[in-house]
């Protein structure tokens, strides 16, 4: 890890730009900060991780009833693949933030590039696979991927003492469930798209859209807890140990570390984990699972903010 070379980086990120962060140097500067990790591939993992993704695709097909593909791109990367392969999106999803300080233009422009640098880094160290629907990118609407990010997958097993065949099998399975749900939906990323966008434009003219971003988190509640419930009755295993002992790794964790999943949102995911299971839940033991799909019909059909904490409301709405 090069932490000169990086601050140089961000340094170097000057104020001549339209953008209010530099986004090459914050890629740049983020991949001097971190190992990119070894992608020498045991024997036979390529070949693991492929028969993990099929595996999911069918299971989850089987139980949910659905017909959706896996992304064409499934890709095993190192930490730097994934900086370079999600900064483009991040630029997209943050585009209409604009630098409102014009009395020291360059100097807003370095410390936004810097703040990006650090989150980038971050997530580069600590992402595990992710299901990339493209959001805001100005591609083909089936135009998605699936990564997996192997040095981190095999740390954090060897850090969790737990299998990391096992443990590569369940991220697949979880991610193959987040394709599921856009497949289902194909109008999903547009719908969260424009929560999303009007939330951010909002927030560079210096306002805010409560009901923009209660919605986005709403969606996200959803889709979590939707793929919780797949992961509940797809994956064939047990998994509750892995799920215990990764929450167990987040509290165990610096502040410093803390303060970067407080400001990545990433407590609030695990709250969308939890209230979106068991809305599901509640749905199952009243209705049952294709009661629950009826989420992925239309956009409508999504449940409100109360609905999700009391999820007879919605199952009446629906089913009128």
């Not at 991040?90 to 989150?119: D, K, Q, S, W, Y």
């Not at 295993?237 to 002992?245: A, F, G, H, Q, V």
């Amino acid at each position: 890890m090069n932490l000169y070379r990086s601050a140089r980086t961000v340094a170097g990120a000057s104020g001549t730009g339209d953008d209010a962060i530099d986004w090459q140097s914050a890629a740049d500067a983020a991949k001097a900060a971190t190992e990119p990790g070894s992608l020498a591939l045991e024997s036979g993992e390529r070949e693991g991780y492929a028969r993990d993704v099929r595996d999911a695709r069918a299971a989850v097909r089987s139980v949910a009833d659905m017909e959706f593909d896996v992304p064409e791109t499934i890709e095993i990367q190192n930490r730097h693949h994934w900086i370079d392969a999600n900064v483009a999106t991040f630029e997209r999803v943050m585009g209409t933030l604009e630098t409102h300080t014009e009395t020291f233009p360059g100097i807003a422009r370095t410390i936004n590039t810097g703040t990006m640098t650090v989150l980038l880094a971050f997530l580069g160290r600590n992402v595990l696979g992710q299901y990339d629907p493209l959001l805001l990118a100005e591609r083909p609407a089936d135009d998605h991927a699936l990564y997996f990010v192997r040095p981190n997958i095999r740390n954090a097993a060897e850090v969790l003492d737990v299998d990391p065949d096992r443990f590569r099998r369940w991220i697949a399975f979880h991610e193959v469930t987040h394709a599921a749900e856009f497949g289902a939906a194909p109008w999903l990323s547009g719908h969260l798209e424009d929560r999303m966008e009007s939330g951010i434009a909002a927030l560079s003219d210096g306002s805010f859209d409560r009901n923009a971003f209660r919605d986005l988190d709403a969606a996200m509640t959803v889709v979590e807890g939707y793929a919780e419930l797949l992961m509940d009755h797809a994956f064939d295993d047990e998994y509750e140990d892995l799920r215990r002992k990764l929450d167990a790794r987040r509290q165990g964790r610096g502040p410093l570390q803390k303060l970067f999943r407080r400001l990545l949102g990433l407590g609030l995911k695990q709250r969308q984990y939890e209230r979106g299971k068991e809305f599901f839940e509640h749905v199952i033991a009243s209705r049952d699972l294709e009661t629950a799909s009826l989420v992925w019909e239309q956009p409508e059909n999504l449940p409100t903010h109360d609905e999700l904490d009391s999820p007879g409301l919605w199952i009446r709405r629906v089913e009128r």
